[in-house]
């Protein structure tokens, strides 16, 4: 007796189509040969497997039982292969509709008892069927909702082994599969209205936003740098319908469950202690589906905000570098070579000395200036090279603190940036998303600049000493101010703007 069934296996963010094989020969010694690259998980299965089986009904014959997960050289992991292990093997037997059985993939836990457990991943499982045109999924009912996110395939939520069994040989569908209407829901979390000041930091976050560029915010204790910073996704645009789904994926191979109901459009904000190790920022070590996630691929089409950006650690903080450039991490471990998407905007924090209140006419610092130097030093220059916007956050007055001046709305800023990111879309015809993506062959032919622009820029960059990463940053920051003003030409002045925004570049102690 022959049968199979279909399921995937997941590996990073991708998921590859597997075909979980059962034969029960008429000879042979009773018991399980479970073949095809397994991992400690899927081998386990054979006990679930078996005790979910019998305590569901199924009286089954002890024989020899041949288990196969094709293609053979990709490694299978996870607890989601129960459910279609015990399928293919309830086929095998001639208990389930082996016609009907092969129009669906199947992922699930199966308890002792026959109960199904939710499982992550599942919505890379419903990408997988509607790209090989499989009728539907079977899920665990608690994973419904995630991959209904997919639309155009039969999404089947099922409480049990016995139900699986019922649906695939009477049609007979359990209520909890019906597919709610997807609503997209897009709800200012913290606005900028509450926070009182800081004119300049919030035009430089207004520029940061409009252009995707990286900024870091210097400035006492309790200026506010967190709380700007933690305001900056209520101004970005909405996740658009392409970076939705590279979200999803990453948090369903994460584990985070999503619901279809309440799909949020504001883009990711992750915040790691400044404790965070490497393999925690990057991703790395190992989990069912591969490396585990790191936060900058959590970060995705969002915002990564290192708070105390100086007492990370120093390596730590050096694994940016290149994701930064590249917008993806690429792991690579003895047996391992994987890929994780890693776009996002770097926030990042910092006082100006170690007591904190360095050009504070408040408070005298009491720092030396080899302390001071000691301190800011730990964030490498090329590492700070990366960072289009530096941002003196000074603290603000009593009269801004305590008035009655009502600050600008998120909802306000954010329709200017709409608009800045409209006038790009339009210029790059949608090859490219925002100006921090610019390469610098790109640079010639969207950013170009006067001969008296040349000259300033010259003069400026001999001056600080700009590197050429630094010129072709502050170019493209200059780029991003004059599209909030909707010119085709950057002036002298959106140059000299870029350049203020450079503070820790010409901060010489």
């Known amino acids: 007796m022959l049968s199979r069934v279909y399921s995937a296996a997941i590996?990073?963010?991708t998921a590859s189509l597997v075909k979980v094989e059962v034969d029960i020969p008429s000879s042979g010694l009773p018991g399980w040969h479970m073949v095809g690259l397994l991992e400690t998980g899927v081998k386990e299965a054979r006990e679930r497997v078996s005790a979910a089986i019998r305590n569901s009904g199924y009286q089954l014959v002890n024989r020899k039982t041949i288990i196969n997960l094709a293609p053979g050289h990709i490694k299978k992991s996870g607890v989601h292969?129960?459910?279609?292990?015990?399928?293919?093997?309830?086929?095998?037997?001639?208990i389930a509709k082996k016609t009907t059985a092969l129009r669906y993939i199947y992922a699930g836990?199966?308890?002792?008892?026959?109960?199904?457990?939710?499982?992550?991943?599942?919505?890379?499982?419903?990408?997988?069927?509607?790209?090989?045109?499989?009728e539907g999924i079977i899920v665990p009912t608690a994973n419904v909702g995630e991959a209904s996110l997919v639309e155009g395939i039969d999404v089947v939520g099922i409480d049990n082994l016995s139900?699986?069994?019922?649906?695939?040989?009477?049609?007979?569908?359990?209520?909890?599969?019906?597919?709610?209407?997807?609503?997209?829901?897009?709800?200012?979390k913290c606005?900028?209205?509450?926070?009182?000041?800081?004119?300049?930091?919030?035009?430089?976050?207004?520029?940061?936003?409009a252009g995707?560029?990286?900024?870091?915010?210097?400035?006492?204790?309790?200026?506010?740098?967190t709380m700007l910073a933690e305001r900056l996704p209520s101004i970005l645009p909405p996740l658009n319908k392409k970076e939705l789904l590279e979200t999803m994926k990453i948090m369903s191979v994460h584990g985070i469950s999503v619901n279809r109901d309440s799909v949020d459009l504001e883009r990711p904000f992750r915040a790691p202690h400044h404790s965070a190790s490497y393999v925690g920022l990057i991703g790395g070590g190992g989990n069912a589906h591969g490396p585990k996630i790191g936060e900058i691929s959590l970060a995705h089409n969002g915002v990564l905000f290192l708070d105390e950006m100086p007492e990370f650690h120093n390596d730590v903080l050096e694994v940016l570098r290149q994701p930064l450039e590249s917008g993806e991490v690429r792991i690579v471990r003895a047996g391992m070579n994987i890929v994780y998407p890693a776009r996002f905007m770097l926030i990042a924090a910092m006082n100006p000395c170690k007591c904190g209140y360095f050009g504070d006419l408040r408070r005298p610092c009491i720092c030396t200036i080899p302390q001071i130097r000691n301190y800011r030093g730990k964030i490498s220059g090329p590492l700070l090279d990366r960072i289009d916007i530096h941002i003196s956050v000074l603290p603000p007055t009593h009269e801004e603190l305590l008035g009655?001046?009502?600050?600008?709305?998120?909802?306000?800023?954010?329709?200017?940036?709409m608009q800045a990111r409209d006038f790009q879309t339009r210029r790059y015809n949608n090859k490219i998303l925002c100006n921090s993506e610019l390469k610098a062959k790109d640079l010639s032919k969207y950013?170009?600049?006067?001969?008296?622009?040349?000259?300033?820029?010259?003069?400026?960059?001999?001056?600080?000493?700009?590197?050429?990463?630094?010129?072709?940053r502050v170019i493209k920051v200059a780029r991003t101010i004059a599209d909030l003003d909707e010119q085709n030409e950057i002036s002298l002045e959106n140059l000299a703007e870029a350049v203020h925004f450079r503070s820790l570049d010409k901060d010489v102690i």
């Not at 836990?109 to 069927?129: K, R």
């Not at 870091?216 to 200026?223: A, D, E």
């Not at 009655?404 to 940036?417: A, M, Q």
């Open 109 to 134: 836990e199966l308890s002792l008892a026959g109960t199904l457990l939710p499982v992550s991943g599942t919505l890379l499982l419903a990408l997988l069927a509607k790209e090989k045109k499989f």
């Open 404 to 417: 009655d001046e009502i600050s600008e709305s998120s909802l306000k800023i954010r329709n200017r940036i």
């Open 447 to 472: 950013c170009v600049i006067s001969k008296e622009c040349g000259r300033f820029l010259k003069e400026i960059s001999n001056k600080f000493k700009f590197s050429a990463r630094a010129v072709h």
């Open 191 to 209: 606005d900028f209205a509450e926070v009182r000041g800081q004119d300049f930091a919030k035009r430089g976050l207004e520029i940061a936003a």
């Open 163 to 188: 139900q699986v069994i019922d649906f695939l040989n009477n049609g007979n569908r359990p209520q909890a599969t019906i597919t709610p209407p997807l609503k997209k829901a897009y709800e200012i």
């Open 11 to 13: 590996w990073g963010v």
């Open 81 to 94: 292969f129960d459910l279609p292990i015990a399928v293919s093997i309830l086929t095998a037997w001639d």
């Open 212 to 225: 995707g560029h990286n900024v870091l915010l210097v400035g006492p204790p309790g200026t506010g740098k």
